[in-house]
């Protein structure tokens, strides 16, 4: 079975740059037709699509972010990042990584909550 673990800063300053980590295990990012994700969950609010990252290193980003975030990857490593520039105190969320390979294959990471002052 695949497991999703989120890495990262959980206080950051406005302003700053956010980078957290997947890192996979049981199974590779490579493996045809992945479609590795980043979504976030702010206070009270629903889940947001962020971007992806395929396993042939093709991305994807949600139109109102997609000035400000990079998905990369590590083969090497089995891991994908995320980066994101000059957050605000609204980027406030629960971040998740996700795994959809089929219809029936969606597993996401536990999550890990980044708080931004102000």
């Known amino acids: 079975q695949v497991q999703l673990t989120e890495s990262g800063p959980g206080l950051v300053k406005s302003s700053q740059t956010l980078s957290l980590t997947c890192t996979v295990s049981g199974g590779s990012i490579t493996t045809s037709y992945s479609y590795w994700s980043w979504i976030r969950q702010p206070p009270g609010k629903g889940l947001e699509w962020m971007g992806a990252i395929r396993n042939d290193g093709s991305t994807y980003y949600t139109p109102s972010l997609k000035s400000h975030i990079s998905i990369s990857r590590d083969t090497s490593k089995n891991q994908f990042s995320l980066q994101m520039s000059s957050v605000t105190p609204e980027d406030t969320a629960v971040y998740y990584c996700?795994?959809?390979?089929?219809?029936?294959?969606?597993?996401w990471g536990q999550g890990t909550q980044v708080t931004v002052s102000s």
């Open positions: 996700n795994l959809k390979f089929t219809r029936e294959y969606d597993h």
